[in-house]
């Protein structure tokens, strides 16, 4: 009986160490492209917007403008770096940004966000909603 619950423990722990370590990139994304990844090929919104009609928004490449609320700087388990950002308007609405590599962004900085928005995006441990993966990330005034 203690073998079995050690056994169904260590096979708990391996499936979670090694499924989709960063829940903010799960398999579901296709690899983009640089190259069709532009402004002039995203559209532009607000954040309440995005977050209002998540359904409409999901897969398509959209730019939005916030101010930073909060950042994490994160490491995937093969050492390569990636960084959250909780972005919000001037209403508090919030949409969270992945972002591939490490960011030097303050808290309180206004930024442009181009990339490719999700509805809910993670793993079957967790789950984050309203997620844009971000491909271009501009400080502005």
Do not use: C, W
Not at 16 to 35: C, E, G, M, Q
Not at 101 to 128: D, P, Q, Y
């Amino acid at each position: 009986m203690i073998k079995k619950a050690m056994l169904t423990i260590a096979s708990s722990f391996a499936i979670i160490l090694f499924t989709s370590v960063d829940p903010a990139d799960s398999a579901d994304i296709k690899p983009v492209d640089n190259t069709d990844l532009t402004l002039s090929n995203s559209t532009e919104e607000t954040i309440k917007n995005v977050i209002s009609n998540p359904k409409y928004y999901n897969g398509k490449k959209i730019t939005v403008e916030g101010e930073v609320e909060k950042v994490h700087h994160m490491t995937y388990f093969t050492g390569d770096p990636y960084t959250l950002i909780r972005l919000h308007d001037d209403e508090n609405n919030e949409i969270g940004v992945y972002y591939k590599g490490n960011l030097s962004i303050a808290e309180g900085s206004k930024m442009r966000v181009t990339g490719t928005f999700k509805k809910e995006k993670g793993n079957f441990l967790i789950k984050f909603k309203n997620v844009i993966k971000a491909k271009k990330i501009e400080q502005i005034a």
